[in-house]
């Protein structure tokens, strides 16, 4: 709004006080308050006759429902866990500035929700776009504790006649820590045993899916990947996608036959319908696979239909369905240039058999462990030494920024298959990727103003540059959104601004947040083990696992009939 009125010279103006006034006064007008009490708990529910497991729920529903708002308002979320553990909720994609108390990362920037208590997240919806809220604690998000947050914008730059949300999920027949168990396992051939997901589109089973098109009209359709492990494809027979948003960023239209969301990821696409009604035709939300290197399972083909009359008969047309967009080609509708970096963080991602032989996550080595106090309350508590990452813990993986540099994130992706890898509280330029294997090193760069989102997918062997300013203090964590790496440790912390944190946050906290923790009794000063002193996790390196050396996995895969000869010898 601001920049609307920039160029009409208005701030030049001498009524220019009382124009901010009124813009003011209007924003408050317009803005509303959405208030609603969850239940958190368990819920039945049955996949099409096929089984029946315990999902999580809200309010006695599952799939559940999602979230719709406008730029500008409040979002209150009264959430009582009925659960048999804590719970968290995280709104993903949504920066907390000044509230990263409220961002949901259990043992992070909060204690959770103790078992029969209750929280109540604040959260300002200053942005406007595609996002959704899920669980932070241990792998609830497999589990089900997830939905849809869709903001709208007032000032919406692309026009359409109807929107559709439309939220794709994996769903498995064994709760996730069954799962767990499973790839945790040191020996190959319980580690590499196939899952076959089953695929849940727009809160049905993919197959019975309609989109209902009118002829000649122009449909947003917000794609999400909602789920907790694969990546989907989406695609529409006879039909083409016009790419304007990812992760919450607006983007110059772009031309496809496919989008690429990964776990975590979301996109907006323009589709404008037939002027026949014909025929009916067949969307894909195809699911790739490649954490199973097996032909049959790569990729999952899902499909649903795009319904013009229901005596219509689906006319099949095949295209190019599985030709992408890349990020690197995307420019954001606020052509900001690209940063240069201040502090560049090199992250190499591995996964391999620990010392406590078990298979695990790590960056640089380090495997992620859950600090006795949030790091949020050692960063607000400890005073100076704050800015030593000692007092965080070593397996917190803690790196210091300093307000407003540019950071620069390089990942290198070791392992055979990719990582959605998400950063909370900010978006990040995605600035170049490449394969990193030296024989054939294949680089791609940006454009001058590259495209910013908050999730990237980075291939096995390849890596990624990203950069973001540092303009958010607070606690924010950066890990892969597939739920059962980041329960195998495949995630780190950025502390941002510590003296920052400590005087804009330290007054804010609600009472409500210490009492969580207190009836769970974790401690809510001191560095990670609770003491008040600069330490690492001395203690604790003796049980918190490390890598062995030589067992890591490499970035090639094991082949089709190795893993077969795997499932055949276990």
Same mark, same amino acid.
């Given at each position: 709004?601001?920049?609307?009125?920039?160029?009409?010279?208005?701030?030049?103006?001498?009524?220019?006080?009382?124009?901010?006034?009124?813009?003011?006064?209007?924003?408050?007008?317009?803005?509303?308050?959405?208030?609603?009490?969850?239940?958190?708990?368990?819920?039945?529910?049955?996949?099409?006759?096929?089984?029946?497991?315990?999902?999580?729920?809200?309010? #006695?529903?599952?799939?559940?429902?999602?979230?719709?708002?406008?730029?500008?308002?409040?979002?209150?979320?009264?959430?009582?866990?009925?659960?048999?553990?804590?719970?968290?909720?995280?709104?993903? #994609?949504?920066?907390?500035?000044?509230?990263?108390?409220?961002?949901?990362?259990?043992?992070?920037?909060?204690?959770?929700?103790?078992?029969?208590?209750?929280?109540? $997240?604040?959260?300002?919806?200053?942005?406007?776009?595609?996002?959704?809220?899920?669980?932070?604690?241990?792998?609830?998000?497999?589990?089900?504790?997830?939905?849809?947050?869709?903001?709208?914008?007032?000032?919406?730059?692309?026009?359409?006649?109807?929107?559709?949300?439309?939220?794709?999920?994996?769903?498995?027949?064994?709760?996730?820590?069954?799962?767990?168990?499973?790839?945790?396992?040191?020996?190959?051939?319980?580690?590499?045993?196939?899952?076959?997901?089953?695929?849940?589109?727009?809160?049905?089973?993919?197959?019975?899916?309609?989109?209902?098109?009118?002829?000649?009209?122009?449909?947003?359709?917000?794609?999400?990947?909602? #789920?907790?492990?694969?990546?989907?494809?989406?695609?529409?027979?006879?039909?083409?996608?016009?790419?304007?948003? !990812?992760?919450? /960023?607006?983007?110059?239209?772009?031309?496809?036959?496919? /989008?690429?969301?990964?776990?975590?990821?979301?996109?907006?696409?323009?589709?404008?319908?037939?002027?026949?009604?014909?025929?009916?035709?067949?969307?894909?939300?195809?699911?790739?696979?490649?954490?199973?290197?097996?032909?049959?399972?790569?990729?999952?083909?899902?499909?649903?239909?795009?319904?013009?009359?229901?005596?219509?008969?689906?006319?099949?047309?095949?295209?190019?369905?599985?030709?992408?967009?890349?990020?690197?080609?995307?420019?954001?509708?606020?052509?900001?240039?690209?940063?240069?970096?201040?502090?560049?963080?090199?992250?190499?991602?591995?996964?391999? /058999?620990?010392?406590?032989?078990?298979?695990? *996550?790590?960056?640089?080595? !380090?495997?992620?462990?859950?600090?006795?106090?949030?790091?949020?309350?050692?960063?607000?508590?400890?005073?100076?030494?704050?800015?030593?990452?000692?007092?965080?813990?070593?397996?917190?993986?803690?790196?210091?920024?300093?307000?407003?540099?540019?950071?620069?994130?390089? !990942?290198?992706?070791?392992?055979? $298959?990719?990582?959605?890898?998400?950063?909370?509280?900010?978006?990040?330029?995605?600035?170049?990727?490449?394969?990193?294997?030296?024989?054939?090193?294949?680089?791609?760069?940006?454009?001058?103003?590259?495209?910013?989102?908050?999730?990237?997918?980075?291939?096995?062997?390849?890596?990624?540059?990203?950069?973001?300013?540092?303009?958010?203090?607070?606690?924010?964590?950066?890990?892969? *959104?597939?739920?059962?790496?980041?329960?195998?440790?495949?995630?780190?912390?950025?502390?941002?601004?510590?003296?920052?944190?400590?005087?804009?946050?330290?007054?804010?906290?609600?009472?409500?947040?210490?009492?969580?923790?207190?009836?769970?009794?974790?401690?809510?000063?001191?560095?990670?083990?609770?003491?008040?002193?600069?330490?690492?996790?001395?203690?604790?390196?003796?049980?918190?696992?490390?890598?062995?050396?030589?067992?890591?996995?490499?970035?090639?895969?094991?082949?089709?009939?190795?893993?077969?000869?795997?499932?055949?010898?276990?």
């Amino acid at each position: 709004m601001h920049i609307f009125l920039a160029e009409r010279g208005l701030f030049r103006s001498p009524t220019r006080p009382i124009l901010l006034l009124a813009l003011a006064l209007w924003c408050v007008a317009h803005a509303a308050t959405i208030e609603l009490s969850w239940d958190i708990e368990y819920v039945d529910y049955n996949m099409e006759g096929m089984f029946t497991r315990k999902a999580i729920g809200i309010n #006695g529903q599952w799939p559940i429902p999602g979230v719709v708002a406008n730029k500008g308002d409040t979002l209150i979320i009264h959430a009582t866990n009925k659960l048999k553990e804590p719970a968290s909720l995280h709104s993903h #994609g949504i920066f907390q500035n000044g509230t990263n108390f409220y961002d949901g990362a259990a043992m992070v920037t909060e204690c959770g929700i103790p078992m029969n208590g209750t929280f109540t $997240y604040i959260v300002n919806l200053n942005q406007a776009g595609t996002y959704w809220i899920h669980s932070h604690f241990k792998s609830q998000t497999a589990d089900g504790l997830r939905t849809t947050l869709v903001i709208r914008d007032p000032d919406e730059v692309y026009k359409y006649d109807d929107e559709i949300i439309l939220p794709l999920e994996d769903w498995f027949r064994e709760p996730a820590k069954t799962l767990i168990k499973q790839f945790n396992n040191p020996d190959p051939h319980i580690r590499f045993k196939p899952i076959v997901p089953y695929a849940i589109i727009g809160g049905t089973c993919s197959s019975k899916k309609r989109l209902n098109f009118a002829p000649g009209k122009t449909y947003r359709i917000r794609l999400l990947n909602i #789920g907790a492990s694969f990546d989907f494809h989406f695609s529409m027979e006879a039909h083409t996608l016009r790419l304007i948003e !990812v992760d919450g /960023v607006m983007v110059k239209e772009r031309t496809t036959h496919g /989008v690429t969301v990964g776990t975590g990821q979301r996109a907006s696409v323009l589709v404008t319908a037939l002027n026949s009604t014909d025929n009916n035709y067949v969307f894909h939300a195809d699911m790739y696979t490649d954490l199973l290197q097996m032909p049959r399972y790569n990729p999952l083909n899902f499909t649903g239909t795009i319904e013009y009359s229901p005596r219509a008969k689906i006319k099949r047309e095949r295209s190019a369905m599985w030709m992408n967009v890349s990020d690197l080609d995307l420019e954001p509708l606020d052509a900001e240039p690209m940063l240069e970096a201040d502090q560049i963080v090199t992250l190499d991602a591995y996964s391999g /058999v620990f010392s406590d032989q078990s298979f695990r *996550h790590s960056f640089n080595n !380090v495997t992620y462990a859950v600090p006795q106090t949030p790091t949020l309350l050692t960063a607000l508590t400890m005073g100076d030494y704050a800015n030593r990452t000692e007092v965080y813990g070593k397996q917190t993986d803690t790196h210091i920024l300093k307000h407003l540099d540019v950071i620069q994130i390089v !990942v290198n992706n070791h392992d055979y $298959y990719s990582h959605p890898f998400h950063l909370h509280g900010h978006v990040f330029q995605v600035i170049e990727t490449g394969n990193i294997r030296s024989k054939e090193r294949r680089v791609k760069t940006a454009l001058d103003t590259p495209v910013k989102r908050d999730t990237v997918i980075i291939g096995g062997g390849h890596y990624a540059i990203l950069r973001f300013r540092a303009d958010n203090p607070g606690v924010w964590l950066f890990h892969c *959104h597939i739920d059962f790496h980041i329960m195998l440790g495949l995630q780190m912390t950025f502390v941002e601004a510590p003296d920052k944190i400590q005087s804009r946050l330290k007054s804010k906290i609600p009472d409500m947040y210490r009492e969580n923790c207190v009836a769970q009794g974790i401690k809510t000063t001191g560095n990670a083990l609770g003491g008040s002193e600069v330490m690492d996790l001395g203690e604790q390196d003796q049980i918190n696992p490390s890598p062995y050396p030589d067992q890591f996995e490499s970035a090639d895969p094991p082949s089709g009939w190795m893993l077969i000869s795997y499932i055949l010898q276990g």
